[in-house]
């Protein structure tokens, strides 16, 4: 990795205008292109980005998973940091983030909320469900590969281009997210997961129902056990 390495932020994104140029401005610093992905968006999105001076695209409309793989395809920088655009992550710990990569100790770095904290917490039934799930997921990754990650599913990320690049990706979902991680580590990829604070959710609604948990238990062990 060369010392100054191309940053290209990808921002996947569905009617979360309210705050994406406030997303765009707290980011710009750190980047050298910010590609903007929008799930079809029914607000002044496009507009936005366009004001923005953001590389903009349309996915093809089948969820976050598009949006990040499209966003991966069209990238031109060295490392690749995903950034959602609900207001709930925290753009100062991009440094932290990236450092581990520019100092040639990670080809992925990933980051926790439950080491990090959360004011998104919910301590409903759906909260719990959801927590007791995401430690199920990650103790499913971890009994395979023998880690100790805390948080396979929080979406902040980075990772060099060139590696993401070979880890053809499928999932048009929020499957997206242990996908890469779980193939990274299948390819051998040096990964470091860092804490990192989960704010909530400034803007928007979110598109995670909590049913789809079940479809990622059942995902996840398809890529650890069957996938070739």
């Given amino acids: 990795m060369r010392k100054n390495p191309k940053i290209s932020i990808i921002i996947p994104t569905k009617n979360e205008a309210e705050g994406l140029a406030k997303i765009i401005r707290s980011v710009k610093r750190y980047a050298s292109e910010i590609i903007v992905v929008d799930g079809h968006s029914k607000d002044n999105t496009k507009q936005i980005a366009k004001e923005e001076n953001t590389s903009y695209f349309l996915?093809?409309?089948?969820?976050?998973g598009d949006g990040v793989r499209l966003g991966i395809k069209k990238a031109n920088g060295d490392i690749l940091i995903i950034f959602d655009a609900d207001g709930s992550h925290?753009?100062?710990?991009?440094?932290?983030?990236?450092k581990p990569i520019i100092e040639d100790r990670a080809d992925m770095v990933i980051t926790s909320k439950i080491t990090g904290g959360s004011f998104d917490k919910r301590l409903d039934f759906t909260g719990v469900l959801r927590s007791m799930g995401s430690d199920f997921l990650c103790f499913m990754l971890n009994h395979k590969f023998k880690t100790?990650?805390?948080?396979?599913?929080?979406?902040?990320?980075?990772?060099?281009?060139?590696?993401?690049?070979?880890?053809?990706?499928?999932s048009h979902d929020f499957c997206i997210e242990h996908e890469m991680l779980a193939k990274a580590l299948k390819k051998k990829y040096r990964v470091i997961?860092?804490?990192?604070?989960?704010?909530?959710?400034?803007?928007?609604?979110s598109k995670l129902k909590t049913f789809e948990g079940i479809k990622f238990i059942f995902d996840l062990f398809r890529i650890l056990y069957i996938e070739k």
Avoid: V
Avoid at 154 to 164: E, L, M, N, P, T
Avoid at 195 to 204: C, N, Q, V
């Fill in 148 to 170: 100790n990650f805390t948080d396979i599913l929080y979406s902040f990320r980075a990772i060099k281009a060139s590696q993401a690049k070979k880890l053809s990706l499928k």
């Fill in 59 to 64: 996915d093809k409309g089948g969820g976050k």
């Fill in 90 to 98: 925290e753009a100062k710990d991009i440094s932290k983030l990236i």
């Fill in 193 to 205: 997961e860092i804490p990192s604070r989960e704010k909530k959710r400034a803007w928007g609604k």
